[in-house]
């Protein structure tokens, strides 16, 4: 997951690099708005954009505006000092998907971000498929060939992160990031135990073996 932090607060920056970063989140900083705008147009752009309203060169709202107006469509959260009722609106207005003003907390900082990121996986790809193997997230239905599967809420949302990562490891911590919320103890087995279930519906009837562990680091759904 990586995120563009456009802040030209020195302090409050390094704050912010050490916290998203200790979350999972790749962070590049930057601290002027046309540089924010360049690196989002890039050929390998960011998820998710965190803009400071009030950055020099070009103001946040102003980057947001027109990244829009170029098609652009990466999540945007902006923190600003700003907190009345119509410094929302045209937050919004401006193309902003969501608005956290100063001061802030962290955890609620990291759970928007969170969810402007499931938000925009979901929207770029509502049904993956994998062989025989079918998610749909907008259904939340499970299917192999032509067999229709039953997951629970948690299962189907574990083995939809995987799915949409398929080929790559899924930490531990990013499960229970996306799909806990960050809400149980990493030392926990829960999510054993539910990656068992999902195995046990999965792929098990089917003669097949598609979710890896990867001793130390994670969990890897297989491309067929």
Same mark, same amino acid.
Request: hydrophobic fraction near 45%.
């Given at each position: 997951m990586r995120l563009l932090l456009a802040e030209d607060d020195p302090?409050?920056?390094?704050?912010? @690099?050490?916290?998203?970063?200790?979350?999972?989140?790749?962070?590049?900083?930057?601290?002027?708005?046309?540089?924010?705008?360049?690196?989002?147009?890039?050929e390998d752009p960011p998820d998710l954009l965190l803009l400071d309203w009030m950055l020099?060169?070009?103001?946040? $709202?102003? @980057?947001?505006?027109r990244l829009r107006a170029m098609g652009v469509t990466i999540p945007?959260?902006?923190?600003?000092?700003?907190?009345?009722?119509?410094?929302?609106?045209?937050?919004?207005?401006?193309?902003?998907?969501?608005?956290?003003?100063?001061?802030?907390d962290l955890d609620e900082l990291l759970a928007?971000?969170?969810?402007?990121?499931?938000?925009?996986?979901?929207?770029?790809?509502?049904?993956?498929?994998?062989?025989?193997l079918v998610v749909d997230f907008g259904a939340r239905q499970v299917?192999?060939?032509a @067999?229709?599967?039953? $997951?629970?809420?948690?299962?189907f949302d574990i083995l939809w992160l995987l799915?949409?990562?398929?080929?790559?490891?899924?930490?531990?911590f990013t499960i229970?990031?996306?799909?806990?919320?960050?809400?149980?103890d990493l030392r926990s087995n829960v999510i054993d135990v539910h990656l068992a279930a999902i195995r046990a519906k999965v792929d098990r009837p089917f003669g097949t073996s598609t979710i890896t562990t990867v001793r130390g680091a994670g969990y890897r759904l297989e491309q067929p």
């Open positions: 302090r409050l920056a390094a704050i912010l @690099v050490q916290a998203l970063g200790e979350a999972g989140w790749a962070v590049e900083a930057v601290a002027d708005g046309r540089e924010a705008y360049a690196r989002a147009l890039a020099p060169g070009l103001d946040g $709202l102003t @980057v947001c505006r945007v959260l902006v923190l600003t000092a700003r907190a009345a009722v119509t410094d929302r609106i045209s937050g919004l207005d401006a193309g902003a998907d969501d608005y956290l003003p100063k001061p802030f928007r971000l969170r969810a402007l990121h499931r938000r925009a996986a979901y929207d770029q790809q509502p049904v993956v498929t994998l062989g025989d299917r192999r060939g @067999v229709d599967i039953e $997951l629970s809420a948690r299962e799915a949409t990562h398929a080929g790559s490891v899924v930490s531990r229970l990031d996306e799909v806990w919320d960050g809400d149980t």
